[in-house]
């Protein structure tokens, strides 16, 4: 995972060729303007994850990707989250 920025405003980015493809949030009460995947095979889990801008997949990836926590939006919810199906 790679952080763009820090606090309220991170921007949570899950490349290709990571060495650990599963990610579990372990710090209560973490926030994030963005979470940004650009690669498949992550799963993403843990703690809840204020979000308060949505959730991107890079247009080409094509395999699964898995993210289980509960995520109370900073904002009224709108189209968010973006996918490509093959």
């Not at 650990?20 to 926030?31: E, K, Q």
């Not at 990836?61 to 973006?82: D, I, K």
């Amino acid at each position: 995972m790679i952080v763009t920025s820090a606090g309220e405003n991170a921007v949570l980015t899950f490349p290709a060729g990571a060495a650990n493809p599963t990610n579990s949030n372990d710090v209560v009460g973490l926030g994030a303007s963005s979470i940004t995947v650009t690669a498949d095979g992550y799963t993403i889990a843990g703690e809840p994850l204020s979000l308060g801008g949505g959730v991107t997949v890079d247009p080409t990836v094509t395999g699964l990707n898995t993210l289980v926590f509960s995520t109370p939006m900073a904002r009224p919810a709108g189209p968010s989250a973006s996918t490509r199906r093959g």
